[in-house]
Each structure stands twice: as structure tokens, then as C-alpha cells.
């Protein structure tokens, strides 16, 4: 930002600027003047959190498009109606609601403002708007031929995920996640590991710095990934969790799941689903207890969120999936001692 703009204390200051800059053909500071009052006119408003920021400046930036549009200052009174009724985030939850206007977006974009859409705020902050908002506003960004990569704002974090149903493609990927955990494992071999309902023979993978262990076996119509804490060999073998990918299509009864991001980067992914045989161990339970961020995912049409382990590229992959075993293992043993009640 330019250092004169930075110094602008009002909106009129601002407005004034912008006029001033407009008239010796100077698109690029009258655009910087118009940020620069949006953004002074929601942070008197004194928001609580970066999305309630975010939020107001594009009420305000919504009101810049219809003082263009009317020739004078013109509120956006139907909206400022919202918020005092249903307060900013479920304010702008309802306008995406409303039908797509593509003359709102294009006007933004003619003044510089296009960071300042509604949809653009509920992508960088998809957590806590709705998974119909932020699907509404993915199609939206979509029609407008808006990606993610050339969102305004967009955050290098904020993937749009998407379930890989392809047979070869998910061979291709668990052969690739077995490779990782061979080359991280300390010690390897064959086990056999029970199970409720019976039990089955596994190359059990020792990651002994990580203290928890990875079993792979080919189990029907599915890859079988079981997780453990410690030494298999010597401390036995309880499963504490399972990532168990569908050999093809989507099986949402298991809760493993190789997806991919909009630039075909492959990650591992669970649903959340947890196995233990008793009252208060469920995917409910668990990811009410769950404290890390969940994506959304397009699954097969249908969107859930789901816990994303890591890409399989990621040199972190095999450390994230220790960190979800350790807390999958902590969320059964707070159950097991009595802390953490079944709902």
C-alpha cells in the first residue's frame, strides 16, 4: 500500500484520494484508497475475530458498489438488518444464499475489491461457515472461473478435496503409503492380529522414534492399515485405530480414504469412524472430542468433513500418523477410565 494511503485516518479521506487519484489516471491508488476506507470503516466497528473482519469488509465493500452504482452513499440495509438479527458470520451465510448476482462480483472486480466477496471470505475461513455455505460458494467462485489458486486472498492451506474412486488410482496410492512406512519402519514382520468378529495375519511396521507401529494386509474389498502404540513384537499388538481405504469406489462404512486436492496432490484421510466394542466409542463421540480442524471433502457428490492424515509426498506423513493414533489412543482411554462420558 501506498505510504500517503496508509496514512489516510477516514473514509472521506479516503473517497477524497480516490476521486483525486481517478483524475490523474491513477486506477492503481484510487483502488488501494478504496481498500484502505473499507477496511477503516470495519475495524470501527471493532470486530472479535479475523472472520468477523474479513465479514464486515465486504459489507462495506458491497455498500462501495452500490454508492457507485446510485451516484451517492447508499447503506446496505438489508443486509445490516441481518447482522442485527442473526449477527455477522450467519449474515453473510444468508446473503450466498441468495441467487448468484454475477454483476455484483464483476462490479468488485472493476473497483479493485474483488478479496472483499462474500464467497472469498467464507473459502479462506471454511471452518466456521456452514459445509452448504462453503459448497455454495466454491460452485459460485466456479461459475465466476475463480480456482483456488486465483481466489483473491486465498490461502496457500485452503485445498478443495475430492474422493478418489478409481481402482488403479487408489492401488497406486496405498502401494505408495506402504512405501513410506516400509522406509520409516525400524523393525518389520509378519503378525497376526485379532480383532472383534475374528483376526488375520499382518507385516506389522515398527516405527520405534514415533513409538507406534503400522500393519498392512489385503482384506477383501479393502486395504487394511492397522494402527498401534509401542513395540508389536514385544508389548503386543491392541488395535487402536484402522485406515482402511476401499480397494474401488467409496464405502463410507469404513473409515479410510486416499483424496486428492485441486492440483491432484494425493493425501490419506479418516472419517472419523472409531471402533472399540463399547458404549461411547464412536465417530460421533470422537470427533466431538477431536480438537484439529476437519476438511471438507467432496465425496462422491455428497460433502462430509473427514481428518486429513498428510500427502503421501509430505515428509511429515508418518509423524501426522502417529499423532492421530496417540490421540485416538488417548480419546479410548479417556472413555475407558470413566473422564470422558458416553453422550
Known amino acids: 500500500m501506498d505510504k500517503r494511503i496508509g496514512k489516510l485516518k477516514t473514509p472521506e479521506q479516503c473517497?477524497?484520494?480516490?476521486?483525486?487519484a481517478t483524475d490523474r489516471n491513477r486506477p492503481?491508488?484510487?483502488e488501494q484508497a478504496r481498500k484502505r476506507a473499507?477496511?477503516?470503516?470495519?475495524?470501527s466497528l471493532g470486530a472479535e475475530s479475523e472472520p468477523e473482519k474479513e465479514a464486515l469488509q465486504a459489507i462495506f465493500a458491497y455498500e462501495e458498489v452500490l454508492t457507485k452504482k446510485n451516484g451517492k452513499r447508499t447503506r446496505a440495509s438489508r443486509t445490516w438488518q441481518m447482522i442485527n438479527r442473526y449477527g455477522i458470520i450467519e449474515a453473510v451465510e444468508r446473503a450466498v444464499n441468495r441467487n448468484a448476482e454475477t454483476q455484483g462480483y464483476t462490479a468488485l472486480v472493476e473497483m479493485g475489491l474483488e478479496e472483499f466477496a462474500f464467497e472469498a471470505v467464507i473459502l479462506r475461513h471454511p471452518g466456521i461457515f456452514s459445509k452448504e455455505a462453503v459448497l455454495r460458494s466454491r460452485e459460485r467462485m466456479s461459475e465466476w472461473n475463480i480456482t483456488d489458486d486465483t481466489m483473491p486472498g486465498s490461502k496457500s492451506d485452503n485445498h478443495l478435496f475430492t474422493t478418489i474412486q478409481d481402482a488403479h488410482?487408489?492401488?497406486?496410492?496405498?502401494s505408495v503409503f506402504?512405501?513410506?512406512?516400509?522406509n520409516a519402519a525400524s523393525k518389520s514382520d509378519l503378525i497376526t492380529l485379532g480383532y472383534q468378529g475374528g483376526g488375520s495375519e499382518a507385516m506389522a511396521y515398527q516405527v520405534a522414534p514415533l513409538n507406534f507401529w503400522v500393519a498392512i494386509a489385503d482384506s477383501g474389498n479393502r486395504y487394511w492399515n492397522a494402527l498401534g502404540i509401542g513395540n508389536p513384537f514385544e508389548d503386543g499388538s491392541t488395535i487402536i485405530a484402522e485406515i482402511n481405504p476401499p480397494k474401488t469406489g467409496i464405502d463410507r462404512n469404513i473409515a479410510g480414504v486416499f483424496i486428492e486436492d485441486e492440483k491432484g496432490t494425493i493425501y490419506l484421510a479418516h472419517r472419523?469412524?472409531?471402533g472399540g466394542g463399547r458404549e461411547g466409542i464412536g465417530?460421533?463421540?470422537f470427533l466431538g472430542w477431536y480438537t484439529e480442524a476437519l476438511d471438507l471433502v467432496n465425496d462422491g457428490g455428497k460433502y462430509n468433513e473427514m481428518i486429513v492424515i498428510g500427502a503421501l509426498d509430505d515428509k511429515k506423513l508418518i509423524e501426522n500418523l502417529a499423532t492421530f493414533t496417540n490421540s485416538v489412543s488417548a480419546f479410548k482411554d479417556g472413555v475407558f477410565s470413566g473422564k470422558l462420558c458416553p453422550d
Open 283 to 285: 465417530k460421533n463421540a
Open 272 to 274: 472419523g469412524k472409531i
Open 178 to 182: 506402504e512405501e513410506r512406512v516400509r
Open 169 to 174: 488410482r487408489i492401488a497406486k496410492a496405498q
Open 28 to 30: 492503481d491508488l484510487a
Open 15 to 20: 473517497a477524497i484520494f480516490a476521486r483525486n
Open 38 to 43: 473499507v477496511q477503516l470503516r470495519a475495524d
